[in-house]
Structure formats: C-alpha cells, structure tokens
C-alpha cells in the first residue's frame, strides 16, 4: 500500500483484530468512546489505542453490529444474557440484516473458449496470469465471473406488486441477471462435481447430480465447457414484507463468530420473484440469437417445485449485507445519525454498508465509493493524528503473538 509508506498520517496494523471499543470518558451523561482495545488472537495479549478526536468504525455490515455488542451498545437485555454490560441501549444494532440473494443456473455449450480451463488451474491459469502480470491484459483483466449484467423489473400487471412496490421507484429494478462463460455456483464448486458415482448418495449433491446423469460424466465434468446465468433478487425494503435477518453474538468472546440468520428468500414475494427471474433466465438462454451455442441444460429445471426446491438448496448470498447499524434520526430506530455519529455516544462515528436505511437495488461498490468519497472532506477536517496509536503499534510490533 503506497499510502501507508508517503503519508505520515496512517498506520496499518496487520495480523490484529479489534476485541471491543472502550469508553474514554463521559461528556455530562453520554459516555465517550475513542479507545479501541485489540489483539492477534484470543490467547494474546490485549493492546490499546486511543483516539485523539473520534473513532472511525468501518468493519463492514457483519464486524461493524459485533463489534458495538462486545462493547456494550446494543440491545440491552440481549447483551446481559451474555455478561455484557450495555452501557448504550441501542436496539437496532444487528437488527435489520438484507442481503442479496443469488441463485446460480447453467448451461453447456459447444465452445472451449471458457473460463472454466483457468478456473480449474493448471497451464491455462498459468498463461492468464503470465499475460496479465506482463501486459496488464487477457483473460484475468476483466470480471472473471461477470462482464455482463441486466437489470430488470418485474412486469407492471404482475401479481407480486398487487400490495405494493417494494422497490424505490419505477425505475429501480426487482432482479438481476449475471452472465458468466463459465460453470459458477456458489455452494457446488467444481471440486465438489468432480467426485465418483457413488457420492451421489450425499444429501447434499444427489437433487443435482441426478440432473445431470444422463449428459455427463461424473468421475470427469472438467471437459465440459459451461456458462451460467446468476441470478439475483434486487429488493428496497420499505412497508412491505420482504426477507430481513438479524446478527446477534454467540458469546462475549470476540474471536467466536456471530450468529447470522440472513433469512435469505423467507418471504413468498422474495422466492415469486426469484422464481420470475429464473424463467426469464431460462428465455434469455433459449432464445434464437444462443441457438448454434449453448447445446443443453446443465441445470434442468421444469416445473415450479422443481425450482424452489432448487432454490432451497443452491440459493445462497452474494455477500452483499447491509442496514446492520442503519441510520435513522430516531435511537429507536436506528444506529447512526446523518453524520453517521453513533446515537448516545460521543467520539464514534461509522463508516460502511451497515448504516444504509434499506437494501440497494445494484451493485453495491458503486454506493460505497459515494459514500467514501463524500465523507473525505468531513474527516480531513478531523485531521486524524498518528501518533495517537504509536505507543499501541510499537507494543504489538514486540508482541510474540500466542503460543
């Protein structure tokens, strides 16, 4: 990072995890919080760091609603079943959780000119990297998964806006098709294809290895050139009921994982809609302009229980969580105020996809970068120092780490 070595003003601090926040002080009522406590693992020795002017917390929708728990801000009765002391009720963190579901479906096609050679490795790995590292061009310079995206809207008359438009206008879309050249599923990777028969007997491969029985080879798929069509459910949260998950802790240690329930395609207007999205998935691949290019289904899927049983099982996120910490002027309602300054805090201020008031109909780099970029003239005006965390560098740096 060049920036860590011409500026004077930042410090990275790798192979270190933040264990919690830690109240500095109190202003009148409202506690202060610009320490921050961390450490290599969970048997190492714990460091401290603190803030001149305010901590930014930017650990992202999942590390952002741990980290405020582990420091007493969140929900009170939450936080004492767990020995937390909850200096800071704050019922919304972790609360609020959408996500972008995604759902994979693939075809083959008559053509080598895939990726799915260098997704398996080998010389044709070899070659894409050699080329990119000299010329900066070929295969791996582009979206190795995705260089073309459609977004669409559910038809005007459908059923599923009957009660209502969930999403933010008429123009937003409700889903999204991902083209990949390439076989791409998230929970069923190659290495899990390339198996002998007598793996179908697993729980979790049999519904789609039978699929593919009578077309391909399952002791040998890697021959089998493919493309895949994602698909994503693209969803504002407004009145209307759609899927909503929660992040609560499993335990105070933080080295220990969250509990995540996402509850990913939990309502009947989320799996209509996917379901929509796949046959339309399904007319895009059968259309007139694929006919001397894709050969067959790889994932046949006719009726509609066929389809949400499919759903059930290769369904899975995109990894696009939000709205953990989401902003609202209301404590009630909300984690974060129109600065993004914690609510009932002093000296902390977040900064990631956790503050978002609802979930985004897009790709979500383009938002956060906005929002970065609007927010630099607001922190170069705090004019972070970095001295403030020489003594907490220089301890860590002498550490051994654990044992």
């Given amino acids: 990072m060049p920036a860590v070595n011409s500026r004077s003003n930042i410090d990275l601090l790798y192979n270190a995890q933040v264990?919690?926040?830690?109240?500095?002080?109190?202003?009148?009522?409202?506690?202060?919080?610009?320490g921050v406590e961390f450490a290599r693992s969970s048997r190492s020795k714990r460091y401290t760091a603190t803030a001149i002017k305010e901590v930014v917390l930017?650990?992202?929708?999942?590390?952002?609603?741990?980290i405020l728990l582990l420091s007493g801000i969140g929900p009170k009765d939450e936080l004492s079943q767990l020995g937390i002391k909850a200096i800071v009720d704050s019922p919304q963190v972790g609360k609020n959780l959408v996500d972008h579901p995604i759902l994979p479906v693939q075809w083959t096609v008559n053509s080598n000119n895939t990726f799915d050679p260098i997704n398996r490795g080998g010389i044709a790995l070899e070659d894409a990297l050699k080329d990119y590292y000299t010329t900066g061009k070929g295969r791996l310079a582009a979206n190795g998964v995705s260089n073309h995206m459609a977004f669409?809207?559910?038809?005007?008359?459908?059923?599923?806006?009957?009660a209502g438009d969930p999403s933010r206008g008429g123009t937003a879309p409700h889903f999204e098709l991902a083209i990949a050249v390439s076989y791409l599923s998230l929970l069923l990777p190659w290495s899990k294809l390339t198996l002998s028969p007598r793996t179908v007997s697993s729980p979790l491969l049999k519904p789609l290895l039978q699929l593919v029985l009578t077309s391909l080879s399952l002791t040998s798929l890697s021959p089998q050139p493919l493309v895949s069509i994602d698909i994503e459910v693209l969803k504002s949260v407004t009145d209307f009921e759609v899927s909503e998950g929660t992040l609560t802790l499993a335990s105070n240690d933080p080295f220990a994982?969250?509990?995540i329930d996402p509850k990913l395609l939990d309502t009947e207007f989320d799996r209509q809609t996917m379901l929509y999205s796949l046959r339309a998935s399904q007319r895009f691949a059968a259309s007139q302009a694929f006919s001397d290019y894709i050969t067959g289904n790889f994932t046949s899927l006719v009726t509609d229980e066929e389809v949400f049983a499919y759903m059930a099982q290769q369904g899975t996120t995109i990894k696009h969580p939000f709205c953990t910490a989401r902003?609202?002027?209301?404590?009630?309602?909300?984690?974060v105020d129109g600065k993004l300054l914690v609510h009932n805090v002093r000296g902390l201020r977040i900064i990631d996809a956790s503050?978002?008031?609802r979930d985004l109909s897009c790709q979500i780099l383009w938002l956060l970068t906005a929002l970065f970029n609007s927010l630099t003239s607001l922190l170069a005006t705090l004019k972070f120092p970095s001295t403030s965390l020489q003594r907490g560098l220089q301890m860590l740096s002498r550490s051994p780490g654990p044992k």
């Fill in 152 to 162: 669409f809207r559910l038809p005007e008359d459908s059923s599923l806006l009957a």
């Fill in 355 to 357: 503050i978002w008031v």
């Fill in 327 to 335: 902003m609202n002027q209301d404590p009630s309602q909300g984690v």
């Fill in 257 to 259: 994982h969250p509990i």
């Fill in 58 to 66: 930017s650990a992202g929708a999942i590390g952002t609603p741990q």
């Fill in 19 to 34: 264990t919690r926040l830690i109240q500095s002080g109190r202003a009148g009522s409202v506690p202060i919080f610009r």
